[in-house]
């Protein structure tokens, strides 16, 4: 994304904002929110706010992005100059927030990587009879036991995102990506089908589709507003930068519309195939913990035949994803830096960047040993953090989008860009896309939060 005319081509476009909405958010965060929330009910909450709130939001950050032409920040100082009122906050806030999460998303694919270190390990250490059992034993404790190791393998993994981002080979590896790709997605569904074929597969169906809402409570619906925003890269920003990169004529709902579509599919197929095995082993223990993908994936690999190999190409393409989703998360970060600086220097935005995320990332990469007392609600520290950036900041932040959004632009503004001549009934969808926005959006999330606050005032005065 070297100029602002990058997105010439529609699948470009799809491409990137697929690869950020799609990646260890759905395969890996997904799972455990929906254990944790109690499955079902939780679930339907959650399609319904992609396609409502987060499908509305999506547009919004695009549109802002296409109409000015320029990066979040700038934006956001314009309006605060015309309008009087600290706007460039909401900027700051968006981009530190992406700059935490890059962080924490680190520690995470430096977990992947573990992953793919041991099965290569068992491949080359073992013998073929032993290889099944050696798979089914593969697991997290040396790495929860080792804070520095998890920081040398998040490094690893940022390292190697700077070295993308700065040799500027980030096309390239876009194209490269999308080649993988599909043998990611056909291996996923080979997962998937194994998965329910397991005897355990109706009790978890369900648990993951019947819905029994006496299972929600106060935070349930700001834990599902959090995730959307999450999965489809929210309130941070990034689809500002995109939509700034993109040319006039898209048809922006409908895109909006698919990437959605995508992802929540995506998500989907990831509980699918994780419950069944979290059924069989009857560790329901462990259902709402940010290990299960870890903890449940090697038990079905040990099952299949050629999970060895299957376990070593899902874990690459894992990583992949992840390796995508971080870079356009640096891109985007280097690019607001380079226009707030007014430089073009992309040496110089990259390794403030890197090097930033990688003294924010101790505190993940220690969150199992050193930090391990540092527990709150019997929270895990990077529990907490994924939960206080997630469920509180960024529904707030997008608050503050939403806000700075129609003060940014005027009605026919947004109609110019909303309705477009192929797209033929966006027109008709125009109003209520706006009454979405207007109204559904920040009432949501206002009352999320709200609720949130009581729950943790009822905490502590219990
Ligand atoms: N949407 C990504 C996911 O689901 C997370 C992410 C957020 C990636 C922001 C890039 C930017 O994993």
């Known amino acids: 994304m070297s100029s602002r005319t990058a997105f ?3 699948i470009s476009f799809y ?41 509305s939001l999506l547009v919004a950050e695009l549109i802002l992005g296409q109409t000015h032409g320029s990066s979040f920040l700038k934006i956001m100082k314009d309006i605060s100059l015309q309008q009087k009122k600290p706007f460039h906050w909401v900027a700051r806030l968006s981009l530190t927030m992406s700059l935490v999460i890059l962080a924490y998303y680190s520690v995470i694919a430096g977990w992947v990587i573990h992953y793919i270190t041991r099965f290569i390990t068992v491949l080359l ?14 697991n997290l404790s040396a790495l929860f036991s080792n804070g520095w190791l998890q920081f040398a393998l998040a490094s690893v993994h940022l390292v190697i995102c700077y070295f993308i981002v700065l040799r500027n080979i980030t096309e390239r590896f876009e194209t490269f990506f999308t080649k993988i790709l599909p043998i990611f997605v056909v291996l996923v569904l080979l997962l998937l089908i194994r998965s329910l074929s397991l005897e355990s597969s109706p009790d978890a169906l369900r648990f993951l589709f019947y819905p029994d809402f006496s299972k929600l409570n106060l935070t349930s619906l700001g834990r599902a507003i959090g995730h959307v925003l999450y999965t489809l890269s929210l309130g941070m920003g990034i689809m500002v930068t ?7 004529e898209e048809n922006l709902p409908s895109l909006g519309f698919r990437v959605t579509i995508i992802d929540t599919v995506v998500s989907l197929v990831a509980v699918l195939i994780v419950f069944p095995i979290l059924f069989l082993n009857q560790s329901s223990q462990l259902i709402s913990e940010p290990g299960i993908l870890f903890d449940s994936l090697p038990s079905l690999f040990s099952k299949i035949k050629y999970g060895l190999f299957f376990g070593l ?17 640096i891109e985007t970060l280097m690019s607001n830096i380079n226009e707030k600086l007014k430089i073009n220097n992309r040496h110089v935005s990259g390794t403030l960047v890197a090097l930033a995320a990688l003294a924010l990332a101790l505190f993940p990469a220690f969150s199992s040993t050193t930090l391990q ?21 960024l529904p707030f932040s997008a ?15 947004m109609r110019a860009q909303f309705v477009s001549q192929r797209g033929k009934n966006s027109q008709a969808m125009f109003t209520h896309w706006v009454s979405l926005l207007y109204w559904f ?13 009581i729950n943790l005032i009822r905490y502590f005065f219990n």
Do not use: H
């Open 399 to 413: 608050l503050l989008f939403i806000v700075g959004f129609f003060k940014a632009e005027t009605k026919s503004e």
């Open 15 to 55: 491409l990137v904002a697929i690869g950020s909405a799609c990646g260890l958010g759905n395969i890996w965060r997904f799972p455990y929110v929906v254990g944790e929330n109690g499955g079902g009910a939780f679930l339907l909450l959650y399609v319904f706010i992609s396609f409502t709130l987060g499908i």
């Open 441 to 453: 959006a920040p009432g949501l999330i206002i009352l999320a939060l709200v609720m949130q606050f």
């Open 373 to 393: 007392q540092v527990k709150i609600f019997n929270r895990s520290f990077i529990e907490n953090l994924d939960s206080i950036l997630i469920n509180y900041f």
């Open 242 to 248: 995109f939509g700034s990169y993109f040319k006039k």
């Open 8 to 10: 010439n081509s529609r």
């Open 125 to 138: 250490e073992s013998q073929s009879a032993d290889q099944v059992r050696r798979v089914g034993e593969i």
């Open 313 to 329: 190409v899902f874990f690459i393409s894992l990583w992949l994803v992840a390796l995508n989703a971080s870079i356009v998360l």
